[in-house]
């Protein structure tokens, strides 16, 4: 294809995205390929989608052997997988019933409709509180809830009935009680925000001001949940039960879906007609997702990651130690986050130069999702690359 005609090809696209210039065309376990036959280490793993790998063996013959049967029905009618996948994410959590939906954006957007349906049964009212540097998606409804000045810019009015606090900041939390929120919505590691893990302590006074002022807890596990952080949901680590849970990214192993799940007296809230999804739950991406559990079931995933995570953390400690301009090294599991001196989008370009694919999340925060099977092989590989990257840094050479 000439330059004119590519030039073309990309103007019919809406220019959401800044899209680094490379094609992948195949991935396998942690390395993908672009169109000339190179051959990349993914420590992305499509923003934390892929966390079995690209291209699972038993996602990939399950959901082939679903194509060969029923795409979709629509929610009108009984779909088997979908409720073999609610009753295996309820009996592995604290939760009771889910709701699919395609996206981490629509399953928060279902939490947000849920909450206030509840409230209103329960005759209360109040805002959802959630907390500053959040990210909770992009429709209007979470676009609203992500306390984030530059996500919102331009779609004003936002949708009203959100108030926002510091995040970790216990002293904030004493408005709980004057604000009468009718919930809290909130990630246990603020993903886009900069990989900010929540501290025990303020998630410890955040439930119990919740539980004294009858507010509900949604927890955003869009991109914590599923093994990332070493247990199978986040909020395990940190000793509560939340009321809702919201999943998406690594629940499909890269089919589209999204899930929200809640506590039997709050989901009888949602009634026929109060919510809905046309695609949400459809025979492939339920069957996506069922495989995914079924493979963290048979190779102990959770227990590979809290093995791999002690080489992968050691690793990053090195690093630490070799470069003066790395400020902090934050997050759990297989979530990491680098704060430098440097410009993180330097950072991703140069490794990318390298053959390693990166993430930012800020302009100093380098973030790092690898897929949870990653061997120590893989990991010291990155190491290597990361390495090579930071000494050109160090020497002003990016």
């Given at each position: 294809?000439?330059?004119?005609?590519?030039?073309?090809?990309?103007?019919?696209?809406?220019?959401?995205?800044?899209?680094?210039?490379?094609?992948?065309?195949?991935?396998?376990?942690?390395?993908?390929?672009?169109?000339?036959?190179?051959?990349?280490?993914?420590?992305?793993?499509?923003?934390?989608?892929?966390?079995?790998?690209?291209?699972?063996?038993?996602?990939?013959?399950?959901?082939?052997?679903?194509?060969?049967?029923?795409?979709?029905?629509?929610?009108?009618?009984?779909?088997?997988?979908?409720?073999?996948?609610?009753?295996?994410?309820?009996?592995?959590?604290?939760?009771?019933?889910?709701?699919?939906?395609?996206?981490?954006?629509?399953?928060?957007?279902?939490?947000?409709?849920?909450?206030?349906?509840?409230?209103?049964?329960?005759?209360?009212?109040?805002?959802?509180?959630?907390?500053?540097?959040?990210?909770?998606?992009?429709?209007?409804?979470?676009?609203?809830?992500?306390?984030?000045?530059?996500?919102?810019?331009?779609?004003?009015?936002?949708?009203?009935?959100?108030?926002?606090?510091?995040?970790?900041?216990?002293?904030?939390?004493?408005?709980?009680?004057?604000?009468?929120?009718?919930?809290?919505?909130?990630?246990?590691?603020?993903?886009?925000?900069?990989?900010?893990?929540?501290?025990?302590?303020?998630?410890?006074?955040?439930?119990?001001?919740?539980?004294?002022?009858?507010?509900?807890?949604?927890?955003?596990?869009?991109?914590?949940?599923?093994?990332?952080?070493?247990?199978?949901?986040?909020?395990?680590?940190?000793?509560?039960?939340?009321?809702?849970?919201?999943?998406?990214?690594?629940?499909?192993?890269?089919?589209?879906?999204?899930?929200?799940?809640?506590?039997?007296?709050?989901?009888?809230?949602?009634?026929?007609?109060?919510?809905?999804?046309?695609?949400?739950?459809?025979?492939?991406?339920?069957?996506?997702?069922?495989?995914?559990?079924?493979?963290?079931?048979?190779?102990?995933?959770?227990?590979?990651?809290?093995?791999?995570?002690?080489?992968?953390?050691?690793?990053?400690?090195?690093?630490?130690?070799?470069?003066?301009?790395?400020?902090?090294?934050?997050?759990?599991?297989?979530?990491?986050?680098?704060?430098?001196?440097?410009?993180?989008?330097?950072?991703t370009r140069a490794a990318l130069a390298e053959h390693l694919l990166v993430l930012t999340a800020g302009p100093h925060v380098v973030r790092l999702l690898p897929p949870l099977v990653i061997t120590e092989k893989e990991?010291?590989?990155?190491?290597?690359?990361?390495?090579?990257?930071?000494?050109?840094?160090?020497?002003?050479?990016?």
């Amino acid at each position: 294809m000439d330059k004119m005609a590519q030039t073309v090809k990309k103007q019919a696209l809406m220019q959401t995205y800044s899209r680094t210039p490379v094609k992948f065309v195949k991935g396998k376990g942690s390395y993908v390929w672009d169109e000339n036959g190179e051959k990349y280490l993914d420590f992305t793993s499509g923003i934390a989608v892929c966390n079995l790998g690209h291209v699972p063996e038993k996602v990939k013959t399950k959901v082939a052997g679903q194509l060969d049967q029923i795409w979709h029905t629509s929610n009108l009618f009984e779909i088997g997988p979908q409720e073999e996948l609610a009753e295996k994410l309820a009996a592995q959590s604290v939760f009771d019933r889910v709701f699919f939906a395609n996206s981490g954006a629509e399953a928060n957007e279902a939490a947000i409709k849920l909450a206030r349906l509840d409230a209103k049964k329960r005759g209360k009212s109040g805002p959802i509180v959630t907390f500053k540097a959040s990210f909770h998606g992009r429709t209007l409804g979470t676009l609203s809830a992500t306390a984030q000045e530059k996500i919102q810019h331009g779609f004003e009015p936002l949708v009203p009935g959100f108030t926002y606090l510091p995040f970790n900041d216990i002293t904030a939390l004493r408005d709980l009680e004057k604000l009468k929120p009718i919930a809290v919505m909130f990630e246990l590691i603020q993903g886009e925000g900069g990989v900010i893990p929540a501290e025990q302590e303020w998630v410890d006074a955040l439930v119990r001001a919740c539980r004294e002022n009858d507010c509900l807890i949604i927890v955003d596990e869009v991109q914590t949940g599923m093994g990332r952080t070493g247990t199978l949901f986040a909020y395990e680590q940190y000793g509560f039960e939340p009321d809702i849970m919201t999943l998406a990214k690594g629940l499909g192993s890269g089919i589209p879906i999204g899930a929200m799940l809640a506590k039997e007296k709050i989901a009888q809230s949602f009634t026929p007609g109060t919510h809905g999804s046309t695609f949400g739950g459809n025979p492939l991406s339920a069957t996506a997702g069922l495989a995914t559990l079924e493979t963290f079931a048979e190779e102990n995933i959770i227990e590979y990651v809290q093995k791999q995570s002690i080489d992968f953390w050691a690793k990053l400690e090195d690093l630490k130690t070799q470069f003066s301009f790395i400020k902090e090294i934050r997050g759990k599991g297989l979530m990491a986050g680098l704060e430098t001196e440097m410009e993180a989008a330097k950072i991703t370009r140069a490794a990318l130069a390298e053959h390693l694919l990166v993430l930012t999340a800020g302009p100093h925060v380098v973030r790092l999702l690898p897929p949870l099977v990653i061997t120590e092989k893989e990991t010291a590989l990155f190491a290597e690359k990361i390495k090579a990257v930071f000494t050109k840094a160090s020497q002003n050479n990016l």
